[in-house]
């Protein structure tokens, strides 16, 4: 294999359709005939339903039909994240879901739904009929450490003090260890906030009956895990459901979850498999769906005055919401890379993953590790300052270092990543002229300049079930289509698995076609795509397949050319006799002679699944610079270079996008990005995108992408994981150029005006009349 | 409230319609749901993603806060317009394409509206203000990085500009401009 395509930078095989707006979104798709879901959300924060009166809003016009949470008779209690299922009960994800609750736990929680002819009447029936429900109110609690305090209100029984996991790490002693004489301390509680995915498609779905089955259309990730947890939460055979998934707007995790694929299919079951469409509002996708889980961290770390860790202890906190979606997986995930990130003889670290009356927080581009790479790295920052160290050089002594082997992940560091990129990324950005220039500055108007790096991995190997599925079919032309268990969601993943198709195949790009509209019904069973895994995970499929279907036309050319199998080879459309060059036929040709062929006729195709037990580390950095307004409370980022060792880069145009979309959001999460609640009702309070503050073009410098390519050994292309990555150290490097800056180092996000107006204040830098009030 | 319906006549694309829509019903509805133009995306229908966006009388507007009847007698473009009845992409549309602008695409065809009428503007804007006549749409995907340059170098081919076209950054880091100060 040549690798013609790979590693080139081909715009994506669906660009030219969507830059015509001809591809078909979910809501594309569905017929106007549709009736129109909403779901009606409760309107306290944790409370019982005493009773609903629909009978006001059963008359208006065009009002098909209200369901409430009364009208669910069997209870169906299920599991909603993206996760693998496990046959090992003691491995399978929470089942705390309810279709429709009388028990709502969270303001937006799903009591009810209105069936309606259009979008008007089923919002006019909404209004009134949220007005008819009477609840019993319940006190309610917000924050993770208080909702582990004796007499906070419980929100499942079975999970006291409301802790839905709690896990603990310990090596070495550190009680020994901090005994050292000489040690240098430095320790601090970091706190990261809620934000939202975004992604500009909402959730949106619909449902209708085929057969005696139901047909659920929907934007999703992982449309087979859908089909499982449909078949779960309706107490139905898995295989009653078929689950389509178009072109999808944005996931980012968010839809990494079953959302509404479930409440959609039952009621269009209850409707005798009526067309029905739930198309989730902006205002409800900010609250009903997914969020990121804010999480507060506490570190301690012990150093000698060489800058080297004795001892090292972290505790982490983790808001969860009312249900447990990906539940304890996010905030493991922080503690996990703990001891690997800056790895040390004597750790004590334990996390706990906490239930709250809020959102439901599950997966979201990173999955723990913005928050975590957050609190690392801020105190990373503040390590290196303690002892009087550069931070990048206290960085470089103390990261992983190559050859570092972890045991449980069979990951291992096979190259030289942190010091490359950090390298690289320096003379990109001018980092070591520009933290002089900017070191000791006064004035209201500071620049300042920092780094800051990560942990993350690829895959979910060893946790969960690794496995990827593709199938190629070839036609008369000898052009193919494949098809993935990886979903295209605008990552890209259609187009890399063309040019390794392309490759490994031996045909030109211009005849592999993906099929991106996935149907569990056809397309071969996979997970869908999450933890960055997509490209690493299909190419073992993809890989395996290709040379199997290779196999199948090198034996149909024997049969055509006379000439043994291992004299011949497919390159660029042709095959070739290797022995001395010749062009005997072009894959073309032969297709179409291994069809009509009278003796032997073939359809030439392949289809394979391959499991795969490996995993890869994924590393990267951010330097930021930044211009900060000290009496304005702004911060401006001026310049922002992330660089990353994704293994081999596939396409290197796509990979920058990911980064860039990384990068961008990043930038939300450090300085804008930020969901409310009343403290008192438990009301979400900036639920839409002009309240809640997305990065804007305006907010964007330049975004510069670069990397380092280490070939990675266990993976099938050389690649790994890059999907999240470039979100993880961003929000830490705005931070530490800020303290850079100002010499405030802020221990809590997003830094916006409301805190550095109240942190540049106790600092002194600020102090009018009106900071004294 | 019992419905309304009123008859619209405008042109859509370049073609004149008549359309019967009901009064409470935005441009967005009847672009989507009459005339089958799904380019037009719903994001957020009250005004603050901008992937609705289509041009108005060569300006670009929110259809979904823009009702339909608003739009009698207007003249009305969509991003199935730009494409030539060859099938052939608009060079803004091709732009978006080569310089790898389009993720997701959701927001795309918006993007690509309010693009489409800088380009054609005749104006040359700074980097500054290019980034503010784009600032009404919202991407989650490509940190606008990407869609920056495929709209400024539109822009400056359009000027006539083709040598500074091509001077645009690419994905490359060669070139790394003293950032802008405070305004």
Not at chain 1, 697 to 708: I, Q, S, T
Not at chain 2, 144 to 149: A, S, T
Request: some cysteine; overall charge negative; glycine content about 8%.
């Amino acid at each position: 294999m040549s690798n013609k395509y790979i590693g080139q930078a081909v715009t994506r095989l669906d660009a030219h359709d969507k830059a015509m707006g001809r591809i078909k979104y979910t809501d594309d798709m569905c017929d106007k005939s549709a009736l129109v879901i909403r779901v009606l959300h409760s309107t306290v924060a944790n409370g019982i339903v005493k009773s609903i009166d629909t009978s006001e809003a059963e008359k208006i016009p065009g009002v098909v039909r209200i369901f409430t949470c009364f009208d669910l008779k069997e209870k169906h209690y299920y599991p909603t994240a993206g996760h693998p299922w496990s046959t090992d009960p003691h491995h399978q994800d929470i089942a705390d879901r309810l279709i429709m609750t009388d028990h709502p736990l969270f303001y937006g929680d799903d009591i009810g739904a209105v069936v309606a002819e259009d979008e008007v009447a089923a919002s006019q029936a909404l209004r009134i009929l949220e007005k008819s429900v009477v609840y019993e109110e319940l006190p309610f609690v917000l924050d993770a450490q208080e909702a582990m305090e004796e007499g906070a209100p419980l929100l499942h029984e079975k999970f006291p003090n409301n802790v839905l996991a709690h896990t603990e790490i310990h090596m070495g002693s550190v009680e020994e260890a901090i005994k050292e004489p000489g040690l240098i301390k430095c320790e601090g509680w970091y706190e990261t906030q809620p934000v939202q995915h975004c992604h500009i498609e909402n959730f949106i779905c619909y449902a209708y009956g085929e057969g005696d089955r139901t047909v659920v259309v929907t934007s999703t990730q992982i449309p087979h895990i859908v089909r499982r947890v449909i078949g779960q939460a309706t107490g139905m055979d898995w295989g009653k459901f078929r689950v389509i998934k178009p072109y999808v707007g944005g996931g980012f995790g968010n839809k990494q979850d079953v959302l509404y694929e479930p409440l959609c299919a039952w009621i269009s079951i209850q409707l005798g498999g009526r067309l029905v469409k739930l198309d989730v509002p902006r205002e409800e996708t900010f609250i009903c769906n997914r969020i990121r889980h804010a999480i507060k961290y506490h570190i301690t770390s012990w150093m000698r005055p060489d800058g080297s860790f004795a001892a090292r202890t972290f505790k982490a906190w983790c808001n969860n919401g009312a249900y447990s979606s990906h539940g304890h997986a996010i905030a493991a995930k922080g503690l996990n890379a703990f001891p690997q990130l800056y790895p040390c003889d004597n750790i004590d670290g334990e996390t706990w993953t906490v239930y709250t009356n809020r959102s439901v927080a599950g997966a979201m581009r990173g999955y723990g590790m913005p928050q975590a790479s957050y609190a690392f790295e801020v105190h990373a920052e503040d390590c290196a300052r303690a002892v009087g160290m550069d931070p990048l050089e206290f960085r470089r002594k103390n990261l992983m270092p190559v050859g570092y082997y972890h045991a449980f992940s069979k990951n291992e560091l096979y190259s030289d990543t942190f010091n490359q990129c950090f390298d690289k990324g320096a003379e990109i950005i001018g980092y070591y002229e520009k933290a002089k220039k900017y070191a000791n500055q006064t004035g209201d108007i500071r620049r300042g300049i920092a780094a800051s790096t990560f942990w993350y991995n690829t895959a979910v190997y060893p946790i969960a079930l690794e496995t990827s599925s593709c199938r190629i079919v070839m036609n008369q032309d000898g052009s193919v289509q494949f098809q993935l268990g990886e979903t295209e969601i605008g990552q890209g993943a259609d187009t890399v698995a063309a040019q390794m198709i392309a490759d490994t195949v031996g045909i030109p790009l211009s005849m592999v076609h993906p099929i991106s509209c996935q149907d569990t019904d056809v397309t071969p069973f996979g997970t869908g795509v999450y933890a960055s895994r997509g490209t690493y995970t299909l190419g073992f499929s993809v890989r395996q397949t290709a040379l199997l279907l290779k196999e199948k036309i090198l034996e149909a050319a024997h049969q055509f050319t006379r000439m043994p199998v291992y004299n011949l080879d497919l390159v660029d459309g042709k095959i070739i006799r290797t022995t001395d060059g010749r062009e005997l036929m072009t894959i073309g040709e032969l297709a179409l002679s291994k069809l009509y062929t009278t003796e032997g006729s073939q359809h030439l195709t392949a289809e394979s699944t391959y499991q795969i037990k490996s995993n890869a580390y994924s590393f990267g950095v951010c330097f930021a610079e930044v211009e900060v307004d000290i009496p304005m409370c702004r911060v401006r980022v001026l310049n922002i270079v992330n660089v990353h060792d994704c293994g081999q880069v596939i396409n290197p145009l796509l990979a920058a996008g990911q980064v860039h979309g990384g990068q961008s959001m990043g930038i939300g999460y450090a300085l804008s990005e930020k969901l409310l609640w009343d403290e008192k009702t438990g009301r979400p309070l900036n639920n839409n995108l002009l309240d809640y503050k997305m990065s804007s073009f305006m907010d964007h410098p330049r975004l510069v992408a670069d990397f380092v390519e280490n070939y990675e050994p266990t993976s099938a292309y050389g690649t790994k994981g890059l999907g999240e990555p470039p979100t993880c150290p961003v929000a830490p490097a705005i931070r530490n150029a800020i303290g850079q800056a100002t010499g405030v180092y802020i221990n809590e996000l997003p830094l916006s005006p409301h805190t550095l107006f109240r942190e540049f204040t106790d600092a002194g830098l600020i102090n009018d009349s009106f900071a004294e009030e | 409230m019992a419905k309304q319906y009123k008859v619209v006549h405008c042109t859509v694309n370049g073609k004149e319609i008549e359309q019967v829509v009901d009064v409470r019903s935005s441009l967005t509805d009847m672009l989507r749901n009459d005339l089958h133009l799904t380019s037009v995306k719903k994001g957020c229908e009250v005004g603050e993603c901008g992937a609705c966006t289509v041009i108005i009388n060569g300006e670009g507007f929110n259809s979904c806060i823009y009702l339909a009847v608003w739009a009698e007698g207007k003249e009305i473009w969509t991003l199935e317009g730009l494409t030539g009845p060859g099938g052939e992409l608009s060079d803004i549309q091709q732009a978006f394409v080569d310089e790898g602008a389009i993720q997701c695409g959701f927001c795309t065809p918006g993007f690509i509206m309010t693009s489409w009428e800088i380009v054609n503007s005749g104006k040359e804007y700074t980097d500054d203000e290019l980034r503010k006549a784009l600032s009404g749409h919202l991407c989650r995907c490509t940190g606008y990085e990407n869609i920056f340059r495929a709209v400024k170098k539109t822009m400056l081919r359009h000027l006539g500009k083709f040598e500074e076209a091509e001077l645009v950054n690419s994905q490359g880091i060669t070139e790394y401009p003293e950032p802008m100060p405070f305004k």
